[in-house]
C-alpha cells in the first residue's frame, strides 16, 4: 500500500488565511491525472518518498524542518480537506512557500516547487502550503 500527499496553498489576509486555488484546467489535474471526484484545486504531486522525508519524516527520514501539526488559522478549505479524511490522515504540517525556495537546492523540493508551480499560481514567499499523507 502506497502513500500519498495531499496539498493545499493558503495566502495570508487582514482577516486569516485564504485559500489558492492550485488547480490546472477544468479538472485540477496536472500530467493528465484525473481522479475520480477530483476538487478544481487539487494538484497532483508525485509519489516521492525522498520529498515525503524530506517534508515531513514519513517514509524516510530527513526533515529539513519540525513537523508543525495542522495549522489552528487554517483556511475554512483546507480544514475542511483536512477533515474529510476522518482520521485516515496523517502527519499534517505546513510550509511557507519562502521556506520551501530557501530549499530549492535540494532536487526533490525543486520538483515539488514546480509541480506546485505547473498550476500557474505566482506564490509569494508569505504563502503556505498546508499537506498531509495518506495510507
Known sequence: MGCDIHVKAERKTATGYAHLNLGKGPFGSVDGYIEDGCAEDTIYISRSYQLFGLLANVRCSGALLPRRGFPADA???????????DGDAHT???WTFGELRERAGNEAIADFINQLEAGGVEFLDTDRIVFWFDN
Open 75 to 85: 483556511a475554512k478549505q483546507t480544514r475542511s480537506a483536512f477533515e474529510s479524511w
Open 92 to 94: 499534517p504540517s505546513y
